[in-house]
């Protein structure tokens, strides 16, 4: 399936139940592990991808507006 078929059945899919799920990537919910949909040549599931990135920002700190 190319890549634009994918992301519109999934794009269709979320419009249609809430949910991008499709019968070629069922949609188990992003739950604990952080499931991310992943839309490329080979679409998948992958838990928590980028997880350095995210942890990076989680421990940043803002500085209070003046």
Do not use: C, K, N
């Amino acid at each position: 399936m190319s890549l634009s078929d994918a992301m519109s059945r999934a794009w269709a899919a979320f419009a249609g139940t809430g949910t991008p799920g499709t019968e070629r990537l069922p949609w188990p919910g992003v739950g604990g592990q952080r499931r991310t949909m992943v839309l490329d040549g080979e679409s998948r599931l992958e838990a928590d991808p980028r997880h350095e990135i995210r942890e990076f920002f989680e421990a940043v700190r803002l500085l209070p507006a003046r």
